[in-house]
T-cell receptor, first 116, second 114 residues
């Protein structure tokens, strides 16, 4: 069965500092991996995704994530945080379930705070 | 419309009442998902459809929860005899195909059971 673990429910960084949000997953088959972002009072939106091919994936707003199969990780990074990055970030894994189709499971989320 | 639409945006129900939550997915999207999001938590999977077929309902918390998508587009999540623990935001998402397409989320329905 799939599962997603996000290390740290809250992360606080200074503006301009590196952002690192951690995600580990488990899946019985090759997974598809996603990061979603939820800004205050808004719905979840896709930040980036890994399906196949290049393991370093670039997303919107300068974020990127690297798929490391040996570590079952898909950590999200951004070189320089901006105040507008303050939001809740969710890691998600999707793979084909026994009943067919793809089922997406989410982690508990990490809230990012950016200090001026 | 351009995005996933959910209604109502807010719902207050007295304990024991039945509620129905509606989701209009993006036109042409094959897959539709329902999630429950408690305060400060990630979305918890409830059920999903591929067209009109409900492929997985393993996340529905009890037999009081029921979802349908009879014509493969609009979906309704029904909760019978609501309890206080049902209070949460219910999110609907759709995706273009039944593979690894990303999910497009609605803004959710916030259900409060008093």
């Amino acid at each position: 069965a799939q599962s997603v673990t996000q290390l740290g429910s809250h992360v606080s960084v200074s503006e301009g500092a590196l952002v690192l949000l951690r995600c580990n997953y488990s899946s019985s088959v090759p997974p598809y991996l996603f990061w979603y972002v939820q800004y205050p009072n808004q719905g979840l939106q896709l930040l980036l995704k890994y399906t196949t091919g290049a393991t370093l994936v670039k997303g919107i707003n300068g974020f990127e994530a690297e798929f490391k199969k040996s570590e079952t990780s898909f950590h999200l990074t951004k070189p320089s945080a901006h105040m507008s990055d303050a939001a809740e970030y969710f890691c998600a894994v999707s793979d084909r379930g026994r009943t067919g189709g793809f089922k997406t499971i989410f982690g508990a989320g990490t809230r990012l705070f950016v200090k001026a | 419309g351009a995005g996933v639409s959910q209604s109502p945006r807010y719902k207050v129900a007295k304990r024991g009442q039945d509620v129905a939550l509606r989701c209009d997915p993006i036109s042409g999207h094959v897959s539709l998902f329902w999630y429950q999001q408690a305060l400060g938590q990630g979305p918890e999977f409830l059920t999903y459809f591929q067209n009109e077929a409900q492929l997985d309902k393993s996340g529905l918390p009890s037999d009081r929860f029921f979802a349908e998508r009879p014509e493969g587009s609009v979906s309704t999540l029904k909760i019978q005899r609501t309890q206080q623990e049902d209070s949460a935001v219910y999110l609907c998402a759709s995706s273009l195909s039944g593979d690894n397409s990303p999910l497009h989320f609605g803004n959710g329905t916030r259900l409060t059971v008093t």
